[in-house]
């Protein structure tokens, strides 16, 4: 394993995607649940940048310096729901938010 | 004219201001008069000043053109650029900027359409005043005037339609100017729509303008028109030359696209193998046929007339102006202006003519038996447009902008004096309510009767030249639409006059109508004309018609031969030139070229022209005298006479069913569509699908789930990335 190849970065993002994933499906604190969420993000990120050194052109660049910017200002308003809620009830536990039960 | 100095281009640049100045008087007039009341007064000033002005520059211009013979010959035309509008691909790309074509036909158009404005937005100052949206009139009228001088001197098909649409758009608030009465909005309505017929005509014609010339600038337009022409006739190609190399070279709108955007190359290539040089050729022939649509919408010609008539709904000065005058004249100036591309049409022109000639016929029956006095000068209008379309399509385009150029002042004298003696009676327009109105304003009688001689073709009037030239051309290259135009000069003597002798002749009696402002008024004790009775019309409203009668009577001899020569050395008599073998060529020629010298050529035509001045001088002195008897001294004979043709009045009355024609088979079917639409909204859409299928679905499918929701934020997540799995395994399943 002398080279890095594109399939290496892929697997990266592909591993943080899914660690996303099921850290998403598994945990119940509000806070890391949104943490997963952040992780999932930095794995499409990584595929982009990958992709696009791997076809030589910008695109996915220039996209992911979008989905950063996008991310940190989601990331901004997401705390501030969290903290809000947990207001509400004095507990981060995500089960506590059931309302949509039918 | 010849006493002028050479061309000098500083005065040509003056051009670009001339649409300026409108577009200026129409921002004051719409936005700071509009927002500052007390100020609303001098709306009529501000147009009038900007409008003198736009004037005055074109007298600059035409100075600063010298003699159009000595312009031809330096020059041709001067391009006055103002600034780029839309460039797309490279040099060879698409290309339309915002630049005045300057040549002969370009002044005469300004002189006239400026000139006459002024003289009319002076009449409207009186004739408006006291009206409650005085600066709002005066504001579309500065619009009008800016989109008239744009159309008029724009320098590509694309912004002489910009102007085409400006023109549109402002005939169409000044019809419906009185917007509180249901009648002149219907009739805005109607001009609108019936010129989309035409439009859609000419936007297809300039498209295909493109595809074939790959510009729209008249400059390269134009002369390879002309030179495709001169192949075809001296047989030295199928027409076929210019369009047969390959592709890359022969198809300049993408050559050079190449080396600037590639992909687009591609895409010009396949499209140039579809539309190769076999299309070209087809769209050759079709291009000024949707052309002529347009012109045809704009300029009420037959198929499209009816808007016309019905535009009269709008105050008076705006029936002379757009409606008379200026606007209704842009599908002969276009005409005339792309006459190369339309003579590279076989039978384009013919058509031109045909269309023009029955026109005339048509509208000229009609005129007989209308009895508001404002629909005879429209249907008039229709009928002398028609003269002009006749002269455009046997290639005497002399006659006819010279016809279009004397026409403009006539035709407003009579507008406008029509509208005097309206305003004096508050707002009656019905001449069997009105006789012998001599005695109580002899200043618009007299006025009235100059429009009128000239309009019949009076001897040396300005009428009887234009109407001369057209005539005798149209009689040398077709003899029957030129009979058919002699009939209609007797007709048209007949009904003038039968319109002035009702109305000014005879025992005065009068019965006042009770408009005021183009609105019925309730209490018309308020309104100064409702006490006094019929009255002359103050100096300020005279002045103007004066200079315009002064006009109708002197422009024949006076001009007559400016005209000839600044028509000949424009673009649309270069186009004339270029074809030797026309039976209406006539002395003009023999300088230019001296290939034909032989007089057996101009026989013909001058031999017609000795003819048609015979009959018309005589035909239009007996005509009036005709009507004289009848309308002045025995107007029961007249009765007598048309109840006993009670038929053809009937019909002729009802404008031959036209409108109730277009009802049957175009309004009618859309709006049986329409009830079937209707029907199927109803029951189908509305009772099955939403009332039952759609309401019931959803509920079942809802309720079928709930057990599934059982409201934890992971489980939404988890049901969430399964379904984006399902969907990812589809897309893979089915591109792999």
């Known amino acids: 394993m002398e080279y890095l190849t594109l399939n290496h970065y892929l697997l990266t ?43 030589g052109n910008l695109d996915g660049q220039s996209f992911v310096i979008f989905v950063l910017t996008i991310a940190a200002a989601e990331a901004a308003l997401a705390l501030g729901l969290v903290v809000y809620l947990f207001r509400r009830k004095q507990t981060l536990d995500a089960e506590a938010w059931s309302a949509m039960k039918g | 004219m010849h006493t002028l100095a050479a061309t000098n281009l500083d005065l040509i640049n003056l051009a670009k201001w001339i649409p300026l100045l409108p577009l200026i008087a129409l921002v004051i007039n719409g936005i700071v008069l509009g927002a500052f009341k007390p100020a609303r007064k001098f709306a009529a000033l501000v147009t009038i000043l900007a409008v003198g002005g736009s004037f005055a520059l074109s007298v600059a211009v035409w100075l600063g053109m010298g003699s159009a013979s000595e312009f031809t010959s330096e020059q041709a035309f001067v391009i006055v650029r103002a600034f780029e509008w839309i460039h797309i691909g490279g040099f060879d790309g698409f290309r339309a900027d915002v630049s005045f074509f300057i040549d002969p036909l370009t002044v005469i158009m300004l002189l006239t359409v400026t000139g006459v404005g002024t003289l009319i937005a002076i009449y409207a100052s009186g004739y408006m005043a006291g009206d409650p949206g005085y600066h709002r009139f005066f504001a579309y009228i500065g619009l009008f005037i800016f989109a008239m001088t744009i159309l008029v001197m724009a320098d590509n098909l694309l912004l002489l339609f910009l102007g085409w649409e400006g023109v549109g758009v402002s005939s169409y608030l000044l019809i419906g100017y009185y917007y509180r009465k249901p009648s002149a909005v219907a009739a805005a309505k109607k001009a609108f729509i019936v010129n989309r017929v035409g439009d859609f005509g000419f936007a297809l014609g300039l498209m295909g303008v493109f595809l074939v010339f790959g510009a729209v600038q008249y400059d390269r337009v134009l002369p390879e028109a002309e030179s495709v022409y001169w192949m075809q006739e001296h ?21 050079d696209a190449e080396l600037v955007i590639p992909n687009i190359v591609e895409v010009g290539k396949r499209e140039a193998e579809i539309f190769g040089s076999d299309l070209k050729k087809t769209l050759l022939i079709i291009i000024p046929f949707l052309l002529m649509l347009g012109a045809f919408g704009k300029s009420a010609q037959l198929p499209l007339h009816v808007w016309l008539p019905d535009a009269m709904e709008g105050p008076t000065p705006v029936s002379a102006l757009i409606h008379a005058a200026t606007m209704v004249t842009a599908g002969v100036y276009m005409i005339a202006r792309l006459l190369p591309i339309f003579q590279l049409s076989e039978y384009a022109l013919y058509t031109v003519a045909i269309v023009g000639g029955v026109t005339a016929l048509f509208a000229a029956t009609i005129a007989l038996c209308q009895y508001d006095i404002k629909r005879v000068w429209a ?18 385009t002399v006659g006819g902008v010279f016809h279009l150029f004397t026409h403009a002042f006539f035709k407003a004298l009579l507008f406008l004096t029509a509208g005097s003696v309206m305003h004096a009676l508050a707002g009656q327009l019905d001449m069997r309510k009105m006789s012998g109105l001599f005695r109580k304003m002899p200043v618009t009688a007299i006025l009235m009767l100059i429009g009128c001689l000239a309009l019949a073709g009076f001897p040396y009037t300005a009428g009887y030249y234009s109407k001369d030239l ?15 135009g002699i009939a209609v000069a007797l007709i048209t003597a007949f ?62 001899f006076l001009t007559h031969d400016w005209v000839k020569d600044m028509v000949e050395h424009s673009t649309a008599g270069a186009a004339r030139l270029s074809e030797p073998h026309s039976p209406a060529h006539h002395a003009a020629h023999v300088e230019v070229d001296p290939h034909h010298t032989d007089t057996a050529h101009h026989d013909p035509y001058h031999a017609a022209h000795k003819l048609v001045s015979t009959i018309t001088k005589i035909g239009s002195i007996s005509m009036i005298l005709l009507a004289g008897y009848f309308f002045w001294f025995n107007r029961k004979a007249a009765e007598r006479i048309a109840s006993a043709f009670g038929l053809i009045k009937r019909f002729l009355e009802n404008k031959w069913y036209v409108d109730e024609l277009y009802h049957v088979i175009i309004v009618l079917p859309l709006r049986v569509f329409g ?51 399902a969907v990812l395994a589809f897309v893979m399943y089915s591109v792999l």
């Open chain 2, 495 to 556: 009904y003038t006059f039968r319109l002035w002798f009702r109305v000014f002749t005879g025992p005065t009696e009068y019965e006042m109508s009770n408009e005021h402002h183009g609105y019925p008024s309730d209490h018309a004790h308020d309104d100064d004309h409702a006490h006094h009775g019929p009255h002359e019309m103050p100096i300020l409203m005279n002045a103007p018609l004066v200079i315009l009668a002064i006009g109708a009577i002197t422009l024949g």
């Open chain 2, 675 to 725: 009830w079937l639409f209707y029907l199927f909204d109803r029951l189908i859409i509305d009772g099955l699908v939403v009332d039952g299928l759609l309401r019931y679905t959803p509920r079942l499918a809802g309720e079928a789930q709930t057990p599934l929701a059982r409201g934890v934020l992971q489980g939404f997540a988890v049901v969430m990335a399964i379904g984006v799995i």
């Open chain 1, 13 to 55: 993002g592909a591993i943080l995607f899914a660690l996303g994933v099921i850290g998403f499906a598994t945990r119940r604190n509000l806070i890391v649940m949104f943490l997963c969420t952040e992780m999932m993000f930095q794995g499409v990120a990584v595929t982009l940048v990958a992709f696009s050194k791997y076809h």
């Open chain 2, 470 to 484: 057209i005539l005798a051309e149209a009689l040398v290259a077709h003899p029957w639409l030129g009979w058919m």
């Open chain 2, 235 to 255: 047989g030295l190609d199928d027409g076929r030359g210019i369009f047969s190399n390959t592709i890359d070279d022969a198809d300049p709108i993408f050559a």
């Open chain 2, 379 to 396: 249907y008039s209008t229709v009928s002398q447009l028609g003269y002009m379309f006749l002269g455009v399509g046997v290639l005497s």
